[in-house]
Structures are given as structure tokens and as C-alpha cells.
């Protein structure tokens, strides 16, 4: 294990009590949604904010040990922000050399291996240039040189590709794949894109209101959630009940039919497109058919999302020709049917 | 950055105005009238004692009368000791303009107010506070008398460590304000590639408020320069003094135009 953490820290309305290990070579993900305390967490990380208590080592060294703190500027991290900060009085080589300069290295020394970073993350020819000219996707990637020029230990992104357009984001995302690859010390990628935990983690921490809510591969946090937050990243249905045998008693009423025994408190998850709506009770082979209204309706592609109320609250997706088809309306009383082996069922 | 904002809000705000009058044109910009008439009262006020100096000024003397040798010993004296009361403002009050933006040492607000007392005291208030405790029986004075042999009073030391009273407070606003403004991530930044706070004062912080630091160094400089000469020669030879305020109005103007257009973007038209 070369980054291990626990830090616990009150600020304002923030109460922060997180573990992180990160091994050698891993890249995990914070995922949490804004004002859980994500970028604190890595604030203390990088030295810049000393917690109440806990501590953090990497590679058996104290960098936070109650009176014990190494400073941000002695510990070999680097940083990636949101928002790129290249220094604007700088060139972008300049930029990239910093962190060789304030290391004692000399001037033509850090130079030269700023040109060969800044020419790895493809900015051959751009380094005389300001900040100011670049774009974002550029100014993203310098800022990326610059962190890993060091040579870190551990490497922290906050939010990396968030300020970036669409487009550029799925190419910066693909790029940054390819050097966390690379990378042999411990990557800290803090964000609130699903996607891009998905993406680039080995594994995903979920943090909310301050706590670990979960944390798994990105396969597992995706298919079996455990809070509703998750759920709704991962475009699941989240049920909590206890299991009965080849049924589930839900903790809000009704009763879900499962393939599988199950007992003892339960999750139950259930996809959207396993979801089929009808206008009346269908007689058929689908074990769960429940009776619903429909609260809301979203376009989602070729698909309409339906949220669906009831003794089991659901999310539906069906085609737009259906919605139109089957003249569904916010407000509507429909039925909805799920065949009982499309519903995943693990332990609470 | 805020030339930058101006450059980018304009063109939309002038094709919808555009767009706008295009059924019925506007000829006025449109300033309300009861804020119309005090404003150009207020610049009536402050301008017209300008104006008195260029009527009034001896227009055919001016030559002889900058040429006067007690004028250049006069004027030489002011530029040397406004330029040593710069260089003490800018040594000693970035430091303190940092503590005020950056530590979270308690008893900031007192010192902030003790700083900038000068900025509001009046001048005469001033030079007596100055002279109690640098007179030659003041509290310092006395001290530096007895065990130097070193008299303040008269000398062209009292000059700069007047001006240097007046002009610090200024440069400690201006700065503060610079470096509070100032993206503070940007020395996080600097931290987290191994610069300690005092490299990344020198490496960031400063390059990033030097313009402010600058115009607010040069400006009182600058315009502190000749009023000494001004009162000097007002004694002997009044009319040596309005060619030399005239020379200190031009001096003034073009310091507000020059510098603070160019080295502080944000106030430029």
C-alpha cells in the first residue's frame, strides 16, 4: 500500500471521516456529489489543510500524524486542478520547469526535461507561449506536464476535466487514461462525473455528507449500488427491503418478486429498460406487475425516462413511439411489469 | 483580465442596444438628470481650481522662472527624497500589505486601521506626531542625539521619513487589495511543486500584483516629488510657485493616465 489515509476534519457545515489506501500504480476515484467533501479531502491530501485528526502516510512515511505535518511544498506530490491555474506571468514551459526549479534543479536541466513532457503530452513547439493562449484542453494537458514532471509519488486530480467542453473532454479523458497508465505512483482523482470514475479508476470511492458510502471497482459500485445517489449515477432503481424466500418485502410496502432465495435485508436493483409499462393489468409471464402513476417524463435519447410512484417507486425506459403510442402523460395510471431474473438482488 | 471582460461584454450589449434603436434612435447615452446636474457640479468643483492655475500662470516667465538655480536645488532635493520615500513605502509596506491579505495573525484589523490612521489624519497632525518623536527631544530623537550625534529635523532624512508616512498607507491599500484579489489558488499551486511561502512570494505572488504595486509605489512618488518645492518657492516667489504647481498638475495628469491605464487594465476606458 503506498497511500494510506485517515482523516477526519470539521469545517463549517463539512464533517469530513474518510479511509483511502491507494496502492502503488492504482488510480482510485472519489466520487461524491458537490459539498461532500471531496476537494477537502484532497486538500489535506496535498498538505494544503491540516486535519483535526487521523493520519496520512505514503510509502511508511508520516505526512500527517497528529503534531506531525510535512508542509505541501516538501511532500513529492503533484496537483492537477480544475481550472488548469498555469501560472500567467509564465511561459507554458516555464510553467512546466517550476516545480524542477524550486527542487534545485538547474535552469537548462529543467528546460530541457520541461520540452520533453510538454512534447509527451502533446504540446511540441508550445512552450514559449502564455497561458493565455492556450486552449483548455491544452492548458489541462501543461497543467498535467507539470504535475508529473517531479516525478511524484502520488498524484492528485481535482475535478480535471471539468471545465472542459464536451468534445475535448472525451479526448483530454482518453489522453489522461493513457499517462495515469503510465504513472507508477498512487493517483487521487477527485470528481463528480460518474463517468469519468468509470473511465479511469481501478476503483471508486463514493463519499457523501463526509463518509465512505461505498467503494468497490467501478463494475461493482456500477451494477450493485448502495445509496440512492449511486443508484442515480448508475441509472438504477434502488429497493430496500428484507428477503423472504423467492420474494422481497420492501421496507416502503409492496412485495418484489426474485429469481434467486434471498434473506435478511436486501438491495434489490432493477434497469430502467428492463422496465415494460401497460395501459391495463397484462396477463403474462413476468412475475412483478404492479400498479403505478406516472410522476414524471424525460427524453433520454431515442427513449423517454419514466418515473414511475407507487408501492414500488421505479424508473422506466421506453421508446418515444410507445410514450406517444400509448398516450402516457405526467399523472397517468399504468401497470409495470419486471420478470423477476432482471431484478439484482445483494446483501445490505 | 478586466480589459478582457470589457472587450468580450461589449460587442453584445452594443448590437442589442443597436438593434434596439433601430426603430427610434437614441441620441443620448441617457444619464437620469438628478444624477446629470451634481455630477457635473462636483467636476465643475474640482476642475475650475485647475483651470484658475493655467489662467493665472506667467506664461512668458515660466522659462526663467524653472531656471532659477534655488528652484532646480529645490526640485532636486524633491525628486531625490520622493524617490528614497518610494523605495522605504515599497520595501516596508508589501510586507506588511501581506500580512493584512495573507496571515491569519489576530489583531489584523487593528493593525490595519493603525496603518492607514496617516491616509486620514490631517498633514499638520502628522508632522506633529512626526516631530515628537523624532524632534530633538522626541522619544527617538533624543536617543539618536545623544548616542549618534544624529539630528532628524531640517534635514533632507525628515523629508523622506514625512513623505514615507504619507505615502506608505496608500501603497498598503492599494497592495492589500492586489493581493486579496489576487487568485490565492495560485500559490496553492506554487506549494504543491515544492515552493515555500517566501519563494512563492517572490516567483508568483508578486509578479502577479506587480503592476499594482507599481502604480501604487510611483504614484505618490511622483506627485509628493514637488509640493515641498512648491512651498519653498510660494516664500519667496509666489509666482515661482504656480509655475511649479503647473509643472506638478502636468506631472499628476499624465502618472493617472499613463500608468494606471496601462499597468492596471481594470480602470482603463
Known sequence: MSVEATVALRRGTLDLAVDLQVGDGEVVAVLGPNGAGKSTLLRVLAGLLRPDAGRVTVDGAAWDDGAAHVPAHRRPLGVVFQDALLFPHLTVADNVAFGLRTRGIRRPAARATAGAWLARVGLDGLGGRRPGELSGGQAQRAALARALVGDPAVLLLDEPLTALDARTRLIVRAELRRHLAEFEGSTVLVTHDPVDAMALADRVVVVEHGRVAQAGTPAEVNSRPRTDYVARLAGLSLLSGVGEGRSIRLDAGGVVAVAEEASGPVFAAVRPESVALYLSRPDGSPRNVWPARLVGATPHGATVRCELAGAVPLVADVTATAFAELGLAPGSDVWATVKASEVAVYAR | ?269
Open chain 2, 1 to 269: 483580465m478586466g480589459r478582457d471582460l470589457l472587450i468580450r461584454v461589449t460587442p453584445p450589449a452594443v448590437e442589442r442596444s443597436a438593434a434596439r434603436s433601430r426603430g427610434r434612435p437614441r441620441s443620448e447615452p441617457g444619464i437620469p438628470a438628478p444624477l446629470l446636474f451634481p455630477a457635473v457640479l462636483g467636476v465643475l468643483f474640482l476642475v475650475l481650481p485647475l483651470i484658475g492655475l493655467v489662467i493665472r500662470a506667467p506664461w512668458s516667465a515660466i522659462g526663467p522662472a524653472l531656471a532659477e538655480p534655488q528652484v532646480g536645488q529645490a526640485l532636486r532635493l524633491s525628486l531625490v527624497s520622493a524617490t528614497l520615500a518610494t523605495l522605504v513605502s515599497v520595501v516596508l509596506g508589501v510586507p506588511i500589505a501581506w500580512v493584512l491579505a495573507r496571515s491569519t495573525a489576530r489583531g489584523r484589523t487593528l493593525l490595519r486601521a493603525l496603518v492607514t490612521v496617516p491616509l486620514v489624519l490631517p498633514p499638520v497632525v502628522g508632522g506633529v506626531a512626526l516631530f515628537l518623536v523624532l524632534g530633538r527631544q522626541g522619544i527617538v530623537g533624543r536617543w539618536l542625539n545623544e548616542s549618534f550625534g544624529v539630528t532628524i529635523p531640517f534635514t533632507t532624512a525628515a523629508v523622506v521619513i514625512a513623505e514615507t508616512f504619507v505615502a506608505m498607507p496608500f501603497l498598503v491599500i492599494s497592495v492589500e487589495g492586489a493581493l486579496r484579489a489576487a487568485d490565492a489558488r495560485f500559490e496553492d499551486v506554487a506549494a504543491t511543486l515544492g515552493a515555500d511561502r517566501w519563494t512563492t512570494f517572490r516567483r508568483v505572488t508578486l509578479p502577479l500584483v506587480g503592476a499594482t504595486i507599481t502604480f501604487a509605489g510611483n504614484f505618490p512618488g511622483t506627485t509628493q516629488t514637488m509640493p515641498l518645492a512648491v512651498y519653498l518657492a510660494l516664500q519667496r516667489d509666489p509666482e515661482a510657485a504656480i509655475v511649479l504647481s503647473l509643472v506638478l498638475l502636468a506631472v499628476s495628469l499624465a502618472t493617472l493616465l499613463l500608468l494606471r491605464g496601462r499597468w492596471l487594465g481594470r480602470t482603463a476606458p
